[in-house]
């Protein structure tokens, strides 16, 4: 069965400082891989997906992404944050069901 | 705007009833996911849904739940008999294919006292 790690509970940056939130994936075969971005109240926005080819993907509100398949992660990166990018993030693999399974989240605070 | 417009937004409901959470896509898509998150706890896959029929259901997803899409268009989210537990965020997802990106609602919050 397939899971998802977010070593980090919760991260606090400064307002146009660089971000990256970590995510470690396990699962047997080429994953899907996405990040997930919740605000307070809402529901779940897609930020960005990999599926296959280049490493490096581009999403939403200038995030982006890169699958690492020796380390077996897809960490989420944004080299000037600001602060309406405070929310909880999720990575998330989907399984050969495809169902999502999605990590505990990380929780972005961003200072003034 | 969300692609998929879930209600109620809140629901409250006393212990041992029933409750009906409902899903509409606005656009016509096939592939229909449920999923649940108890507060402070990770985005759990309850159900998903494909013409008409389920095809893969979690653990979860037990004889007091079931979903259906009655006219064509409402995708529900039916719980038999609630419990204390069932207290959660509700997330209704659709997906244009079986590998596409899933986009989600903004969520009923199911109460139960």
Redesign the interface.
């Known amino acids: 069965a397939q899971s998802v790690t977010q070593p980090d509970i919760h991260i606090t940056v400064s307002e146009g400082a660089s971000l990256e939130l970590r995510c470690n994936y396990s699962y047997g075969a080429t994953p899907?891989l996405?990040w997930?971005v919740q605000s307070p109240?809402?529901?779940?926005?897609?930020l960005l997906?990999y599926?296959s080819g280049d490493t490096l993907v581009q999403g939403i509100k200038g995030f982006e992404a890169e699958f690492k398949r020796s380390q077996s992660s897809f960490n989420l990166r944004k080299p000037s944050v600001h602060w309406s990018d405070a929310a909880e993030y999720?990575c998330?693999v989907?399984g050969s069901?495809?169902?999502?399974?999605?990590?505990?989240?990380t929780q972005l605070t961003v200072l003034p | 705007e969300p692609e998929v417009t879930q209600t109620p937004s809140h629901q409250v409901t006393q212990m041992g009833q029933e409750v009906i959470l409902r899903c509409v896509p606005i656009s016509n898509h096939l592939y229909f996911y449920w999923y649940r998150q108890i507060l402070g706890q990770k985005v759990e896959f309850l159900v998903s849904f494909y013409n008409n029929e389920i095809s893969e259901k979690s653990e979860i997803f037990d004889d007091q739940f079931s979903v259906e899409r009655p006219d064509g268009s409402n995708f529900t989210l039916k719980i038999r008999s609630t419990k204390l537990e069932d207290s959660a965020m509700y997330f209704c997802a659709r997906a244009g294919g079986p590998n596409q990106p899933q986009h989600f609602g903004d969520g009923t919050r199911l109460s139960i006292l």
């Open positions: 899907y996405f997930y109240g809402q529901g779940l926005q897609l997906k599926f999720f998330a989907q069901a495809r169902q999502l399974t999605f990590g505990s989240g």
